[in-house]
């Protein structure tokens, strides 16, 4: 779920979107034609040599073979997906874009629909419509529409760790969130709640920062009104140093708010009655993943030319290499790409209770299914 509004290719943090989400509540193949009947052979003159056959001349056809079961099996009926994005086309979901277009869904048995996100999407009732079978969201807006009783949970994340970060002017000279005191922050009216959880975590007492509610543009940061921005930390940052700024960023995640981000989530039922074809969905979504990192040149090209052609192609290589260190982690490493972290969703419930959003006691279980994702 988009972090923040702005200029593509812009995302909203993983909490921007919770008040949105409080205001909730193959043709079998025919069989080859009969060949037609071999003529007659020539009765030989006298003087030559008799004449073969025409049937062996052109040899007949083999009969088609029946497919095995175990080449049908290879084979499967591929089932349709529809996945509801959490934003604009961008790079930011250049994963699930180079998954379609090498074959990677395709090899699983699935045809994937995009539907594009945007700032006046929020994609839990998409999802919850059942115009969708899996949606894209923040962690935050997920667990309060679970309170309010909407039956959803969470299958994957693409972020390990949440992009939500604060991107400073060098001249601010923040280094650490200790840096911060004294400083003017900008900030969405949405975004305020991840940074005053960080400011929380981090012992920052209010009045220590200036937060400063103005829209989602780096025009106040580069005019030096104010000292840091709420931003993605593949988005923004990426922007300013192709204008020559080389910001100072600071990770929420790294600053001890501990998050996942781009979360995929179904609703319970769908969780149920298709369980395979979600494993089978995250399984290519992942290798679609490593495989635009690994090559973010390829990747870069693949969202620009096949998804978003109003993308600059350069800018995209840069958020594709800004991205790689939140979804390719140690914990990733170990327990695979875009599998659950269930302490990071407790951390983030603790947070929630803490703040009054969530009720104390709210089991993680009813959030989060680790029994869908399974390491390749």
Partial sequence: MPEHQGFRPLRPSALSAVALAIGLLVAACAPSAPSAPAP??????????????AAALTAAPKPTAAPTPAAAQARPAREALKLQL?????????????????????????DVEFITG???????????????????????????????????????????????????????RVKSVADLKGKRVGASAPQRVNL????????????????????????????GRIDCRATNINVEPVTLRAQGIEPDVLLYYDAGLRQQGDVFFVTDETAKSKAELLTRFLKATAR?????????????????????????????IGVIRATR????????????????NEQAWKDTIDLLVSIGTLPAGFPVSDIVDLSIYKKP
């Fill in 40 to 53: 007659a052979p020539v009765a030989p003159k006298p003087t030559e040599a008799p004449k073969p056959a």
């Fill in 86 to 110: 959490g934003w604009l086309r961008t790079g930011q979901q250049v994963g699930e874009f180079v998954a379609a277009e090498k074959g990677f869904y395709a090899a699983e048995g699935i």
């Fill in 118 to 172: 945007g700032p006046s999407v929020n994609t839990i009732p998409v999802v919850m419509s059942g115009s969708a079978t899996v949606g894209i969201v923040g962690a935050a807006p997920l667990l309060t529409a679970r309170k309010e009783g909407l039956t959803v949970r969470a299958v994957g994340a693409t972020y390990d760790k949440a992009a939500s970060a604060l991107t400073c002017r060098p001249e601010a």
């Fill in 196 to 223: 005053e959880a960080m400011f929380r975590i981090n012992n920052l007492q209010p009045g220590d920062v200036e937060i400063d509610i103005s829209g989602a543009d780096m025009a106040s940061l580069i005019a």
């Fill in 288 to 316: 679609g993943w490593e495989d635009a990192l690994t090559n973010p040149d390829e990747a870069a090209k693949i969202t620009v030319e096949k998804q978003a052609p109003d993308l600059n192609l350069e800018d995209t």
């Fill in 325 to 340: 260190p939140i979804v390719i982690t140690d914990r990733t490493a170990r327990d695979g790409t875009l599998s659950l």
